[in-house]
């Protein structure tokens, strides 16, 4: 059988029952779409996961403090109250660790934030840092600037907001720079206010207030602990080694010996990438598989319908082979018909995957990634299902007996 006569023989099949194609066609359309849409979704989502991750940092590890487990106890302690970490520690990651690019100390507190003026006011968490806290935390402004050495050696009561914090205390698209706001029972000036980063799954990095560390520790927490240290190493494969030494020093400045009963914490930045990557991978690959069900329904309607056209048109086959027809021109023909189903369906599916991902990034809020591997994924599966599900039906017509074909009634 000619190729031309395939083409010609195939669209004259679909066209005398457009109804029943169309719907045919449709069932496959939502499921390519709903797999495109569904993947996109997942990777946008690991994709803006990743982003609000590095956006705190690169080749970063946190060093929190915790309460040492004693001997014999059950329980150990949370890193809420724990002050078993001091700006000495830091100094000494700093000095010994060759493979530190720069260190970040940080001590946090919950507070009362009041607007003088008006008394709007907001419950945010304070910051107390350093000026190399911006660098290492890829802190960028809006507007303003950043604290700087002498704010720190001086004590001064100086602040950097985030803009969510300028939105509760000033309202949006008001300039905060030079207002004063009350924190805890003392004056603030606003000096700054960061460019907007989002939420990053742990917290918002817009809704906080950045003031010097020394103030935070004089008039805050009372102390010199520090909530956390921010270690930045200069390349990402040295992350693990570094992170051994780190732990390795610290161990040995607090004389603990078991690294179970260690006081502090060491987060690897990397580690929660990998971890986060792998949730929602697999968030991803359920996704799929939910829309992968509405594809194999659209698979089982075209096998239905293939099976409905041969038994209407039994007598049609029995006449091509008593004409000479062979069983590979009658199974080539279901076939092409099949498959041409799945090809028409899978075009119109991919657009319809490419406009659900639009419209849920523009209405859902949520961000979504259209890849190439996606839809290539989506057709080749379209395209499989067009040959499996056809198949059946197109060796079922190719076996009939001419001669029964023909006495069909």
């Known amino acids: 059988m000619l190729i031309l006569d395939l083409f010609q023989e195939t669209y004259s099949a679909l066209a005398s029952n457009k109804s029943r194609s169309f719907l045919t066609i449709l069932g496959i ?49 949370g890193a809420g109250s724990a002050t078993t970490l001091v700006s000495a520690d830091a100094d000494a990651i700093k000095e010994n660790v060759q493979s530190v690019a720069e260190v970040a100390s940080a001590v946090s507190s ?10 709007n006011n907001t419950n945010t968490t304070i910051y107390g840092v350093e000026e190399i806290y911006s660098t290492v935390k890829n802190i960028t402004l809006q507007t303003g600037s950043f604290l700087n050495t002498t704010h720190v050696k001086n004590l001064s009561k100086v ?36 460019a907007s980063k989002g939420g990053t799954g742990m917290g918002s990095s ?11 520790q004089r008039y805050l927490t009372g102390s010199d602990s520090l909530s956390n240290i921010s270690v930045q190493i200069t390349e990402e494969n040295l992350m693990t080694a570094a992170q051994e030494q780190i732990t390795s020093l610290l161990l ?11 006081d502090f914490s060491i ?19 359920l996704l799929a598989a939910i829309a992968g069900i509405s594809l194999l329904v659209g698979g089982i309607g075209i096998m239905n319908m293939m099976l409905t056209t041969v038994t209407e048109r039994t007598r049609e086959i029995g006449l091509r082979k008593s004409l000479g027809a062979k069983n590979g021109d009658i199974s080539s023909q279901f076939l092409a018909e099949s498959v041409a189903l799945t090809f028409i369906g ?52 190719a076996k009939l007996n001419p001669i029964d074909a023909l006495r069909y009634e």
């Open 159 to 194: 602040a950097v907001i985030g803009p969510t914090t300028r939105d509760d205390l000033f309202g949006e698209n008001v300039d905060p720079i030079g207002q004063p706001i009350r924190i805890g029972s003392l004056d603030y000036k606003v000096i700054g206010m960061t």
């Open 206 to 216: 817009d809704d906080l207030i950045y003031i010097p560390i020394t103030t935070a």
């Open 252 to 262: 040995t400045r607090h004389k603990i010996a078991d690294s179970a009963n260690a």
């Open 29 to 77: 359309v939502i499921g390519i779409g709903s797999v495109i849409a569904m993947v996109s979704l997942g990777q946008g989502t690991t994709a803006s996961v990743t982003s609000s991750i590095q956006s705190l940092g690169s080749n970063l590890l946190v060093v929190s403090p915790k309460f040492a487990r004693n001997v014999g106890s059950v329980v150990k302690g």
């Open 110 to 119: 919950r507070q009362q934030v009041k607007v003088i003026s008006s008394g």
């Open 346 to 397: 899978g075009v119109f599916g991919i657009l319809l995957g490419f406009i659900s991902s639009y419209l849920i990034t523009k209405f859902g809020g949520t961000n979504t990634v259209v890849t190439s591997s996606s839809v290539f994924l989506a057709f080749g599966v379209s395209a499989a299902i067009g040959i499996v599900f056809g198949y059946y039906p197109a060796r079922r017509a």
């Open 267 to 285: 987060m690897n930045q990397a580690d929660i990438m990998d971890t986060m990557s792998s949730v929602t991978g697999t968030l991803t690959l």
